[in-house]
């Protein structure tokens, strides 16, 4: 059965650095990519960008761009989404999702990021 | 950027009765890449319906997914009390940006 574990909640201060792990398994890890979506409160969901877990390629919305960073590590089956910069704008939960073809499969549980000074 | 608008914001009904949410897409897309989740709080989304249509593996037969072009349909047929939750439509097409629809909440 697949899963995605995610690490736990975060409180940060503005301007600091936040980096989320999703741990997956119960499939190939290098056979599917990763997305990061968030959910900011009353919000809907928003897509920040993709890895390939096998190639190391990434794919960053443009709102994102030079502020967050997407990676893994296959020895452990584990991505990771650093987002730099922070601002209580980005107080909303955080999920990695696994891409089957077209949709979202399985998701992480969430990691809430508290942004506040 | 394909902008998925759904309709209504919020619905409200009760267990056995019929449940219709709407998915209009700003252009027109392919079905294959029009999916619908459920979303309850305090947990992550679970995929219902891919390829507009298609269930997702241990989804009742009660979900149905439909339409083509801009405008899609998940259709609730008898409402069941876990099913009392937040759904949204998500547009995955071969170039980001992949958007979301703003949700639909379903309440009793």
């Known amino acids: 059965q697949v899963h995605l574990v995610q690490s736990g909640a975060e409180v940060k201060k503005p301007g600091a650095s936040v980096r989320i792990s999703c741990k997956a398994s119960?499939?190939?890890?290098?056979?599917?990519?990763i997305y990061w979506v968030r959910q900011a409160p009353g919000q809907g969901l928003e897509w920040m960008g993709w890895?390939?877990?096998?190639?190391?390629?990434?794919s960053y919305a443009q709102k994102f761009q030079g502020r967050v960073s997407m990676t893994r590590d296959t020895s452990t089956s584990t991505a990771f989404m650093e987002l730099s910069w922070l601002t209580s704008d980005d107080t909303a939960i955080y999920y990695c999702?696994?891409?089957?073809?077209?949709?979202?499969?399985?998701w992480g549980q969430g990691t809430l990021v508290t942004v506040s000074s | 950027e394909i902008v998925l608008t759904q309709s209504p914001g919020t619905l409200s009904l009760s267990p056995g009765e019929r449940a219709t949410v709407s998915c209009r897409t700003s252009?027109?897309?392919?079905?294959?890449?029009l999916a619908w989740y459920q979303h309850k709080v305090g947990q992550p989304p679970r995929l219902l319906i891919y390829?507009?249509?298609t269930r997702a593996t241990g989804i009742p037969d009660r979900f149905r997914g439909s339409g083509s072009g801009t405008d899609f349909t998940l259709t609730i047929t008898r409402l069941e009390p876990e099913d009392f939750a937040v759904y949204f439509c998500?547009?995955?097409?071969?170039?980001?940006?992949?958007?979301f629809g703003q949700g639909t909440k379903l309440e009793i």
């Open positions: 999702a696994k891409l089957r073809f077209l949709e979202f499969d399985s």
């Open positions: 119960g499939y190939i890890f290098t056979g599917y990519n």
């Open positions: 890895i390939n877990p096998n190639s190391g390629t990434t």
């Open positions: 252009q027109s897309v392919s079905s294959r890449y």
């Open positions: 390829g507009a249509s």
């Open positions: 998500q547009h995955h097409g071969s170039s980001p940006p992949y958007t």
